[in-house]
């Protein structure tokens, strides 16, 4: 067991990487396979925590800065990873689909970042005492409150496809043993099962309502849940989930 499992996938092929290449490789999947799906299973799922008393206790932000610090920590690890192959000979050759998807990754990586710091304000009740007004993008639901909400989560999904695809090239290309192979595919079968066993027992939150509460007469509380799965959990919200 121990031999087929430490065997290449393909055996006409040697598996033989440079240091380089192999700490390129780890450093990506730690970050893409691991960080960030965990990253976006806490964003959806845990808005509102099971033992929350919600609406009377509002804005949690374990779900932020959960997802704030490892999408913060992927982004410094691609980096790293980036530079170790960046002068490697040979890395590229016959890896056109990795290195499609790969710089599809980064790019979209960059996007997902910098619309995070052009997202515009919070607003809201928390926020009068230190800028003077309760007004605010995220509050009010501004035309660039929406844009950033569509765009965002759009975008993370497809940077998080395009990463599996480049992981799986990567395998592929190194001629990873299968221990390597079984893992990342038991480690998504795993991922996948949270997430439909957290969106059927408890659904995906709304941002929105997690902060400020169901009362309907706030603006963001007026719009529809924005992203699929997303659903209003007060029991005054009619709007459906998307």
Request: aromatic share 14%.
């Given at each position: 067991?121990?031999e ?11 598996h033989?990487v ?17 960080m ?11 808005k509102i ?9 509002l ?5 932020w800065y959960?997802?704030l610090?490892?999408?913060?920590l992927?982004?410094i ?15 590229h050759?016959g890896?056109?689909?990795?290195q499609?998807?790969?710089w ?9 970042f910098l619309?995070?710091w052009?997202?515009?304000s ?11 007004t309760?007004r605010?993008?995220h509050?009010?639901?501004t035309p ?5 909400e569509h765009?965002h989560?759009?975008v993370?999904y497809?940077?998080?496809l ?6 799986i ?13 079984l ?10 099962c ?15 309502e997690?902060?400020?509460?169901d009362d ?9 849940p924005?992203?699929w ?5 007060g ?8």
């Amino acid at each position: 067991m121990w031999e087929w499992l430490l065997t290449s996938i393909d055996q006409s092929r040697s598996h033989s990487v440079s240091f380089e290449v192999a700490w390129h490789g780890r450093l990506m999947v730690l970050g893409w396979s691991v960080m960030v799906p965990v990253g976006i299973l806490s964003t959806r799922y845990f808005k509102i925590l099971p033992h929350q008393k919600w609406p009377e206790q509002l804005d949690n932000q374990v779900w932020w800065y959960t997802h704030l610090t490892l999408q913060y920590l992927t982004g410094i690890l691609t980096l790293v990873a980036l530079w170790l192959i960046w002068d490697t000979a040979g890395i590229h050759d016959g890896a056109f689909l990795h290195q499609l998807m790969g710089w599809t990754t980064v790019v979209l990586c960059g996007v997902q970042f910098l619309a995070g710091w052009l997202r515009g304000s919070k607003g809201g009740p928390s926020e009068v005492a230190r800028t003077g007004t309760i007004r605010g993008d995220h509050y009010d639901m501004t035309p660039r409150r929406i844009a950033f909400e569509h765009l965002h989560k759009t975008v993370g999904y497809i940077c998080l496809l395009a990463a599996l695809v480049a992981v799986i090239a990567g395998l592929w290309i190194a001629n990873a043993p299968r221990w390597m192979w079984l893992t990342i595919v038991l480690w998504w079968a795993a991922v996948i099962c949270a997430f439909v066993y957290l969106q059927q027992k408890f659904g995906a939150a709304e941002t929105y309502e997690s902060i400020w509460g169901d009362d309907p007469s706030l603006p963001g509380n007026q719009l529809k849940p924005i992203g699929w799965g997303i659903r209003k959990r007060g029991p005054r919200s009619q709007n459906p989930a998307e």
